[in-house]
DNA sequence: GACTCGGTTTGTATCGTTATAAATTCAACA
DNA sequence: TGTTGAATTTATAACGATACAAACCGAGTC
């Protein structure tokens, strides 16, 4: 108590600059020591609840803090400690998907806030190697945690990130040994539920387009498919001059093609939205009759489809929320050294 | 000459901490000063290129920087310099439009490549005041300059920070008096042209779906609208309840509503795709023909309607180019005090 | 030989924060 | 009365970079 008062007037001697304001600038925590008669370390260990500073210094440190408006200057504690309070999310600036980035940014987003991380897009062009973005990262510390997407059955990233114990998640699952943290949508079931809700309209050759086969997710597509396939003995199709990257019109002109053949496939799971457009396209330009000569069944990642007519079968993929799974389980790996398997997530189909 | 080699002799003495290499980490300005027996100052304004330093230390110094892969610390230079090297883009993430954000997050990174700056989203949550994330960002100074969207006609954020004299630029103009920097889509004449090209197909009565009057482009886009209904005397209908942010089921919903009027409109302008998706499904179910009973012009931001059919035509908005328009303008803006007249740019209407 | 002067390099302090070690206070105890 | 120790608080140094002022060097001048 007397501690305090003495504080209070004899604190002057060695942090003497308190009387110069710190310009217009923002309160610091020399600010704070300079109301409060306080030290600035004091200040610091303050905030940061340390019980080895009394409970009523502690709380009168955080009121004249939340008084003055006192944010912590993220430099200075990023030079001090090395943590840098940034999320890192690697973006494509080619994907094609409708709105594949805006949900997944959104979805991370929502798990950041009220947190003190930031979001920093950063990019990957495809015309530099896929790893660059991440031992940039991983070499400069330029983010607490990384993010990323369209993995790979041996993925170089994840190898390197796992190689470091760096804290990651990605899209997607490898076929690594070692298991890892990541986010991934069913696309086995979703294949193979497309594929049978085609069978059950009474398709009788299926088609599908798979993601280039670089991406682990094209394997399960494929299995999906292929076990419906099996189990029905049906005929397929499965282009190869085509992937989920390809053009819309590439992917027009490839199904009108195949529609103009007699053996025409006369279902097709589409793998996003824009596929099912040009597939739908493609029938069209043919004179087929969608839902009679032709059935489609197409994964849906926004509203758009609800909107579509004829009404089109989809299977609902949410972006977002796998965006926000990614950020809160990102965030857990970061603040402790969780067990990997509470760090993994498969979004299941929903509904048949 | 001597000088060099006296200093890597006898460099040791003041800077001795070179020995123990600064652990496994990242080279800093004081790896190099050892390496080179420079002092780090020297290094530090050698690197700048400052012409005070000997052209050939200034060369030697980046040499050995490049071998060892030196990168400043960030951190470091945020903190004594106050620069970020952080652009802040603001988002909604209740942005309907499709791919908005990402097409102008591709923009933006594509304007800010092989620059130092950083892409760092902030989110602009929708139940709190807009200018919350502008002020934070004024307040802590968490970046060199800030874009954001849906621009008001007399908008609090270009106001704060016209008076802070902070750098950014907006996505839309206002209607105040001091000029500003922005980047701004013709919305005007995107309307007219469209209603003229509905009025070409031999439409009688027309509708358009206009955004939420708060913003500065809804005012645009009425205008174009209403000059192209006066010049050619049509009736017109601007549906009150629905906005360009409405959910696409309200707005098929609404439309559903207004086609079953026999003074329908036969034409309808549509400011987005979903919006002309929702559009095309509430005449389909009323068995109206599109491009005969209803026409429909719309803008296109992605390559979707390529794939729609039938055919509908469309008015294209470079949502990418306007993202880098706004990155290369704030960069402009940042690093010298252009005049305000080279800081605007409003994209045209290509083609009729 | 002392002195000045460009051309060049260096030392010092600082940005705001925090880890570490050291200091202070005061009550309890011998 | 002096010692011990728990409870608090404080001083110091560092993170890596840069602004500023001062120092250094050799050459030219008087």
Redesign the interface.
Known sequence: MTREESGRAGGAPDNDRMMEPPGKG?PTLRTIAGLTGLAVTTVSRALAGDVQIALETRMRVSQVAREI?Y?P????Q??RTGR?NVISLI?D?H?EI?????SM??GV??AL?DTPY??????H?SDRPQIEPVAHIL????ADGVIFTRTEPLDARVKMLLESDFPFICHGRTELATPHPYVDYDNYAFAYQAARRLTASGCRKLAIILPPTAFTFAHHMRHGFMTAIREEGLAYEIPQEVTLDS???AI?DCFFALFAHPDRPDGVVCGGE?IA??V??AA??HGLKLGQDVHIVTKQT???F?????RIPTIYEDLAEAGRLMGELLLKRIAEKKPVTELQYLQTVTGF
Do not use: C, W
Not at 98 to 102: F, K, V
């Open positions: 923002k408006g944010m200057d993220r430099a200075a990023r030079l840098t973006l600036p994907e409708l709105g594949y980035a805006t940014i959104n987003t929502e806030r930031h979001l920093v897009i950063t990019p062009f070499r400069n510390r330029t053009k819309s019109d027009r824009v457009m040009a739908m396209a069209y330009d926004s509203g758009l609800d909107q579509v007519r004829p």
